[in-house]
């Protein structure tokens, strides 16, 4: 029947899939429980422009305003969708819960491995770390612009706070289930995403008493962080647009537990990318056809609900359907934390499997009836309450801590890709049964490195003048602290013992991706496939 062939079909698969992993010298231990649906779903849903965007309108809004917002993430689209290519072709053959982090280890010579990955592991895993918790205190302060647009008060930072923890310890508790279960879960909420873009986006520009021009959307230009140097403002304008994209490669870190991940968590990350593309840019659009006094907008945490957002659906569609607006994006970003901790719980997972934490032994393992890495993320939640505690002492500290965790994905985005540019550039294994880019690998390599690490550098420049102790950008002393304290730590310690992921024999992994011959260089034979034809 079909039902049977599809079964064996099915078994098939996964047979193949533990296969691969088994070639990179690990054993299935999570359950591979994901779709490629799921897989993509999860992504979507971890990224959440619709929250994203909405936590950064008021900040864009400050530093440059309609023109430089809807540029900018124009911009921000082009370039992500390349790097993402970039880096599904490297999940392609390498579809490891590691991810960046086990890439960056395979694609330098084996001396090199160990500190490749011990470099990329711990930046992904700050930018995960912190990811969450900017997650958990982005959605207690749209709860509270919720509560506003609702007729209540405004949230104090103490409630704010104690929300923020609370909010996290539920997300952990939902990545102890199954990953099927999330995986279920993660594909109502991107459906709920994309129909909540759609509405909210049809409900601004229906309903606003007045539409602003075209003229206005694309070039109109407030300058409210007190620089006069508007080619600076322009850049600083960016950062809303690169954090708006944080976290696409989350398909690639949920590979283990993905059916067919050598083709769905390559895709996953590339649809990621292109579905964020669109739907961002959808709503973008209704927002600065909707928004209006832009100063006010900018400056919301003094006139209107403290969330820029929320004050342009409340002008739009007045304050009852503008409530009904704030809730549906505390909702979107509820299902977006449950996605940034199972992702941020798997990069934990690889990292700890591989003894790259102090004690990795007593954090390692799975639960035996869910297949989930519990202790991994027990061990994340209790990092980012601590995180979290810091707005109580320097709210300024905090904001710190949204730059190192948009730092922290871009840095690992670009070393395994520069690395496959520098070290890898005729030896790296395109998969021709998954995604590959053929000869145009190396050039797009190189133009998504230029975009990762150029871009990671606005995100140390202040945003406010006059600097001082309270408007300084406090990222460069976050960031200096984290690494010199991981560069100690290797010195010190972890080069002594750490080995980092397992190497794959090149002869091994040619055969399972069914290359004989590598294209990539003009002194090299083509591609042959060893599957029949």
Request: net charge neutral.
């Amino acid at each position: 029947s079909f039902f049977e062939k599809k079964k064996m079909v099915s078994k098939a698969i996964s047979r193949t899939d533990d296969e691969m992993l088994a070639a990179m010298g690990y054993k299935q231990e999570l359950h591979r429980g994901l779709s490629s649906f799921m897989s993509f779903a999860l992504g979507f849903t971890e990224v959440a422009v619709l929250s994203s965007l909405s936590a950064t309108f008021t900040f864009a809004m400050k530093t440059g305003g309609p023109g430089v917002t809807i540029w900018g993430w124009l911009i921000a689209c082009i370039f992500t969708c390349i790097v993402g290519c970039c880096m599904a072709e490297i999940c392609s053959t390498y579809p490891s819960a590691g991810s960046v982090y086990h890439w960056a280890g395979q694609l330098v010579p084996e001396k090199y491995g160990a500190l490749a990955a011990y470099i990329t592991g711990w930046a992904n895993f700050l930018g995960n770390g912190a990811g969450d918790a900017v997650f958990a205190a982005g959605w207690s302060n749209i709860f509270s612009s919720a509560v506003s647009a609702s007729g209540g008060n405004n949230l104090t930072t103490g409630q704010q706070v104690i929300l923020s923890i609370l909010i996290l310890l539920i997300w952990s508790f939902f990545n102890v289930l199954q990953i099927d279960s999330i995986g279920w879960i993660n594909n109502s909420a991107a459906i709920y995403q994309f129909l909540s873009v759609i509405i909210i986006t049809i409900a601004l520009v229906s309903a606003s008493p007045d539409l602003n021009s075209g003229s206005f959307v694309f070039s109109e230009y407030y300058n409210g962080t007190g620089f006069d140097n508007k080619s600076y403002v322009i850049a600083i304008g960016l950062l809303s647009a690169c954090f708006g994209f944080s976290g696409y490669e989350a398909s690639a870190h949920m590979a283990e537990e993905t059916h067919g991940a050598e083709k769905a968590a390559s895709y996953g990350v590339i649809n990621t990318c292109i579905g964020t593309a669109i739907c961002g840019t959808i709503y973008l659009l209704g927002l600065l056809f909707s928004a209006h006094n832009i100063p006010a907008l900018a400056n919301t945490e003094e006139f209107g609900t403290g969330n820029a957002s929320v004050d342009v659906y409340l002008y739009a569609c007045g304050n009852k359907a503008g409530a009904v607006m704030a809730w549906a994006l505390v909702i979107n970003l509820f299902f977006a934390g449950v996605s940034s901790v199972a992702v941020t719980g798997r990069i934990t997972y690889s990292l700890i499997r591989d003894k790259a934490f102090p004690y990795s032994d007593v954090l390692s393992g799975v639960n035996s009836f869910t297949k989930s890495p519990v202790k991994a993320i027990m061990f994340i939640f209790f990092i980012d309450s601590f995180i979290l505690l810091l707005p109580l002492a320097n709210l300024t500290a905090f904001n710190a801590i949204t730059s190192l965790a948009t730092i922290g994905f871009q840095i690992s985005y670009g070393i395994p890709i520069l690395l496959r540019v520098l070290f890898a550039r005729k030896t790296f294994v395109q998969n021709q049964n998954g995604f590959h880019l053929g000869k145009a690998s190396v050039p797009l390599s190189i133009i998504s490195c230029f975009w990762l690490f150029g871009t990671s550098f606005l995100f140390f420049f202040p945003t406010e003048s006059p600097v001082d102790q309270d408007s300084m950008n406090y990222s460069i002393v976050v960031v200096a602290f984290v690494f010199i304290t991981g560069a100690l730590y290797w010195i010190v310690s972890a080069r002594k013992w750490f080995k980092g992921p397992k190497r794959m024999d090149i002869d091994v992994l040619r055969s399972r991706v069914g290359i004989t011959e590598i294209s990539i260089g003009s002194d090299t034979q083509a591609l042959v496939s060893n599957q029949p034809s």
